[in-house]
């Protein structure tokens, strides 16, 4: 049987995707160690699962996935998911959230990105600092587009509630 990817060597990938698929791990487990160890399952997955994917394009995608499922499956007993409504709400990039985290420090950013719940940290990460599409971040976290967009703009709300906070104080 042939190597489907030809086109891309395993050196490639890691070079490409660690950095992003890092940042995705430690938004989830919020420890460097934990971050580096998902990361690296995720690479190890790849060894063993990576030639079933036949279309390369999608390789983005089954990689940041494979890097969720496994932070579910190692966190599966302490895994509390919030019930949210499937309801659609406005989807658009909300240019004050966009100028607040502008103006503050990186770090700062981050901190108020972590203190969320992760059913909304999740694709605000994915969404803002991976720079995924609704349909790519419903695939990764296995969930339907409108579930996307609702926890994006209910995410979004209580980030610019904690950013705004951090900038009066």
Known sequence: MS??????SFETLVA???????????????????????????FLIWGEKGHTLRDSSKVKSWLFTSL??????QNRRNQKVTPVDQEILESRHDPSLVNNIRRMEGK???EALHDLDDVY??????????????????????????TVMSRLARGKAQLK???????RK
């Open 108 to 110: 700062e950013a981050m």
């Open 121 to 146: 940290r999740e694709p605000l990460t994915l969404f803002y600092l991976e720079n995924m599409a609704y349909k790519e971040i419903a695939e990764v976290l296995d969930i339907p587009i409108g």
């Open 68 to 73: 969720y499922r496994e932070f579910l499956r």
């Open 16 to 42: 490409t995707y660690y950095q992003p698929l890092y940042r995705f791990a430690y938004s989830l487990s919020k420890t460097p160690d934990d971050a580096g160890d998902l990361t690296q399952q995720t």
């Open 161 to 167: 509630l904690k950013l705004t906070e951090k900038i």
């Open 3 to 8: 190597d489907p990817l030809p086109d891309i």
